[in-house]
T-cell receptor, first 112, second 115 residues
Framework: QQPVQSPQAVILREGEDAVINCSSS?????VHWYRQKHGEAPVFLMI?????EQKGHDKISASFNEKKQQSSLYLTASQLSYSGTYFC?????????????FGTGTRLQVTL | DSGVTQTPKHLITATGQRVTLRCSPR?????VYWYQQSLDQGLQFLIQ???????AKGNILERFSAQQFPDLHSELNLSSLELGDSALYFC??????????????FGQGTRLTVV
């Protein structure tokens, strides 16, 4: 089942912060975050595993709340280069049939 | 460059025709995934292969089929094409550790236009 992302779209001024949420109705093994710029392939940002964790690099970080089956992506002090569509991908369980089910995406636009 | 190669980049074909999309995964990656992305839509999972075997299926139409060859490259076959099949088709590969996906590397996609 497809995870639900919110908001669908957000417009920021450079330097502002944003939070993108991803929730699932099923128990998750992992959550992946990807960014896709228009006309390009999705690019990996990070993976969070069950057990509840936080990760981050530079000004982009994420958390995974296993109890709520929710993950949030935090973008701080946004830059023009952050513009794009952000997808969360969820993996229900580790096993031979590993697959990522992606949410519908959150379109982020950073302006001057 | 993700290391995943997809050919062709663009494909224009008529309704009712059949096409084959090709994907070469990153060196060493045994797992290949196919995704369909319609205009300004999300990524819809189609199918996964691991070391030559089909492992997971998504909402893949019966008119679509795929396979992974001994050299690990994969092909997605789309037949009896309809206008609604027009989309960007992505292939991704990843290492699977203890049954779980690690980072997925996406190819640049094949843009299919059915006219």
């Amino acid at each position: 089942q497809q995870p639900v992302q919110s908001p669908q779209a957000v417009i920021l001024r450079e330097g502002e912060d944003a939070v993108i949420n991803c929730s699932s109705s099923k128990a998750l093994y992992s959550v992946h975050w990807y960014r896709q710029k228009h006309g390009e392939a999705p690019v990996f940002l990070m993976i969070l595993l069950k057990g509840g964790e936080q990760k981050g690099h530079d000004k982009i970080s994420a958390s995974f709340n296993e109890k709520k089956q929710q993950s949030s992506l935090y973008l701080t002090a946004s830059q023009l280069s952050y513009s794009g569509t952000y997808f969360c991908g969820t993996e229900i369980e580790a096993g031979t049939a590993s697959k990522l089910t992606f949410g519908t995406g959150t379109r982020l636009q950073v302006t001057l | 460059d993700s290391g995943v190669t997809q050919t062709p980049k663009h494909l224009i074909t008529a309704t009712g025709q059949r096409v084959t999309l090709r994907c070469s995964p990153r060196s060493g990656d045994l797992s290949v995934y196919w995704y369909q992305q319609s205009l300004d839509q999300g990524l819809q999972f189609l199918i996964q292969y691991y070391n030559g075997e089909e492992r997971a299926k998504g909402n893949i139409l019966e008119r679509f089929s795929a396979q992974q060859f001994p050299d690990l490259h994969s092909e997605l076959n789309l037949s009896s094409l309809e206008l609604g099949d027009s989309a960007l088709y992505f292939c991704a590969s990843s290492v699977v550790i203890q049954g779980a996906m690690t980072e997925a590397f996406f190819g640049q996609g094949t843009r299919l236009t059915v006219v």
